[in-house]
């Protein structure tokens, strides 16, 4: 009995020996900064800022080689917590802040060309080659990257209106001032 619970701690502390080990040896390292930046971007993945996902964007402001005020999914009030977030100077957005919407496609017309489930960065679009596709709208972003691929023109934009199930509390805008002391 003795022997196995010693044969049992020797097995533990080599394992753990080794799992400590490979957490040293294979740590990766990640920028905070990047991490709340991203936290702050809307997800859309559609790449209207001109880079290829929010992941990219948030590293590039966070290196400073790009501005706050590129991406229209995350608005004016995006840019607002970008600037508060990396304490600088709030811009106009750089594009046309366009109200919150939901892609739709037409039954009737869609042939099943799989298209716009190619060009969808979300997965929000459901269906298989020559049958009828839908969009789940829980998951589409809005980001009307579906919308050229379709050769049928099936697929619309629908906007959001504001109601008891998709209403959200708008947080208050704190403007931070620094005072100056008189000496």
């Known amino acids: 009995m003795l022997t196995a619970i010693l044969i049992m701690a020797l097995g533990a502390i080599v ?48 290196e400073g080689e790009a501005e706050i005020n590129l991406c229209p999914p995350g608005g004016q009030e995006g840019v607002r917590k970008l600037a508060d977030l990396l ?17 739709i496609i037409d039954e009737q017309t869609c042939i099943g060309c799989t298209l716009c489930i190619q060009a969808c960065p979300v997965d929000a679009i459901v269906g ?7 969009i789940v709208g829980a998951l589409c972003t809005g980001c009307e990257l579906c919308l050229p691929p379709c050769p049928v023109e099936c ?3 629908a906007r959001i209106t504001e ?3 998709s209403w959200k509390w708008k947080y208050p805008v704190i403007e931070i001032k620094q005072l100056k002391r008189v000496a």
């Open 128 to 134: 298989a080659a020559k049958q009828m596709h839908t």
């Open 87 to 103: 304490g600088r100077e709030v811009k106009p957005l750089d594009a046309e802040e366009k109200p919150k919407q939901v892609a």
């Open 155 to 157: 697929i619309s934009m």
């Open 163 to 165: 109601n008891i199930d």
């Open 15 to 62: 394992l753990g020996s080794a799992l400590g080990y490979a957490s040293i040896k294979f740590k990766v390292e990640g920028n905070p900064l990047v991490e709340k930046i991203e936290a702050i971007l809307p997800q859309t993945q559609c790449g209207q800022c001109g880079y290829p996902g929010c992941k990219p964007y948030a590293e590039a402001i966070a």
